[in-house]
């Protein structure tokens, strides 16, 4: 709800710019939807509101719309990467991986599953091409209901698997999570979680996600 109302907010004080001082000002308001879009998307749950599809990619008439905060979120996820000194992939155990969203030329391995939980980027198309590729959309610092996590988690055949999201934080420490609970890899949410951070301390869970992990740990 945090999420919700800060990303409300920040889009509506845009949007207000641009239509009270107008000319160049309507670029803000043009940005500030989209972070409306979001803010309304958390709050109701929504956790695909670029209408990503299945194969990874995002529609061409979603950019166009959006086009200002696409441009944003690229410059600012390439811009944590050059600065960021933590490896762009983390092996936590023999059948995890746990990452960021990787450039194309860094995609190296064998994997089962590969599963992309950004909504906001498309994914390389040589991710893509995998035959393991999987789409789970989740909003950035958003966690889906535990038992959606929990049927994404059970779908996936057994083997070798690489979990992503934008900076592998949030989004990928609660999938995968969720990996080492229903596999029997840990016991507790707690354990889980030291054992991702051992190997990528950066990974932490907002309050919505510490929620659903714990209410899928009880499930």
Known sequence: MRSALFLSLIGALLALLGVVERGWFLLPCWFGLSFLWLGISH??????????RADGTIPRWTVA???????????????????????????VAE??????????????GEFVNY????CEFSESSKARKMAGYVCF?????GAPSPERLKAAVRSLPPGR???????????????ALAFLLINGLTNTVEDG???????????DLNAQQKRCIELLARS
């Not at 709050?43 to 990503?52: I, M, V, Y």
């Not at 959309?137 to 610092?141: E, F, H, V």
Request: hydrophobic share 40%; aromatic share 6%.
């Open 43 to 52: 709050a109701l749950g929504k956790h695909n509101p670029f209408q990503k």
């Open 65 to 91: 719309l959006h086009l200002p905060f696409f441009c944003y979120m690229n410059a600012v996820w390439h811009g944590l990467r050059i600065l960021s000194k933590e490896p762009a992939q983390s092996q």
């Open 95 to 108: 059948q995890l991986v746990v990452g960021r969203r990787l450039l194309e030329s860094e995609i190296t």
């Open 115 to 118: 599963v992309d939980l950004t």
């Open 137 to 141: 959309p989740i909003l950035d610092a």
């Open 161 to 175: 698997t690489c979990v992503h999201c934008a900076q592998g934080h949030g989004r990928t420490g609660l999938f």
């Open 193 to 203: 979680l030291r054992m991702l951070r051992h190997v990528r301390p950066g990974i």
